[in-house]
Nanobody, 119 residues
Framework: VQLQASGGGLVQPGGSLRLSCAAS????????VGWYRQAPGKQRELVAA???????NYADSVKGRFTISRDNAKNTVYLQMSSLKPEDTAVYYC??????????????WGQGTLVTVSS
């Protein structure tokens, strides 16, 4: 199983980007998928997550600006980012984790995509 994150880049403050996280198989089905970010010198933090049923939650710092969504047919989760601020600059990672019926825990991460917000 692989998660492929893409869509990062350089954008001016106030601009928008859409990140994508594509899974190599149907690993996302019914599972929560999260977007995290890590800025230089800071710990990785959860930005947004979407559950298998579609419910979402967001970090307070991105509420009203970021939207997470999923397309189960494409095994892809998106993060639409708007009104970007310099403090949104970070490497963004997607993640899904679960424990199967045998109690084995699985934890998958994408490779990260860099978002730079700067004028």
């Amino acid at each position: 199983v692989q998660l492929q994150a893409s869509g990062g880049g350089l954008v001016q403050p106030g601009g928008s980007l859409r990140l994508s996280c594509a899974a190599s198989g149907s690993i996302f089905n019914g599972k929560t998928v999260g977007w995290y970010r890590q800025a230089p010198g800071k710990q990785r933090e959860l930005v947004a997550a979407i559950a298998g049923g579609g419910s979402t939650n967001y970090a307070d710092s991105v509420k009203g600006r970021f939207t997470i969504s999923r397309d189960n047919a494409k095994n892809t989760v998106y993060l639409q980012m708007s009104s970007l601020k310099p403090e949104d600059t970070a490497v963004y990672y997607c993640n899904t984790e679960y424990t199967d019926s045998r109690g084995v825990r699985y934890d998958y991460w994408g490779q990260g995509t860099l978002v730079t917000v700067s004028s």
